[in-house]
């Protein structure tokens, strides 16, 4: 549920932009540590995770055609490592000056 209030809170902050919540798709995904590339999730945050990585992911398609997609990875510790990505390419800073 976190990554779903999460697209919800930085599409609107980022674009200004009401995300109704029945427009967002959903799932748990379970990636084993191996699969997991390292331009995605660095490796010093690899090694503290389990094996398997258990994220959630929350995508959302606009009127434009562009998509979406937050997962969420709960790392243990105060804040989650998010991965943000927007027509299938990663932006690692997504959320810079929100």
Do not use: C, R
């Not at 690899?46 to 959630?56: H, N, S, T, V, Y």
């Amino acid at each position: 549920m976190k990554a779903i209030t999460t697209l919800i809170e930085v599409l609107s902050k980022k674009y200004d932009v009401h995300v109704s919540i029945s427009d967002i798709g959903y799932e748990t995904v379970w990636f084993e540590k191996d699969d997991v590339d390292e331009q995605l999730v660095p490796a010093d945050v690899l090694e503290a995770l389990a094996d398997p990585i258990i994220a959630d992911s929350a995508n959302f398609t606009d009127d434009q055609g562009d998509y979406y997609v937050v997962i969420v990875i709960d790392t243990g510790q105060l804040e989650p490592y998010e991965i943000w990505m927007v027509n299938g390419k990663a932006i690692p800073d997504f959320v810079s000056g929100l």
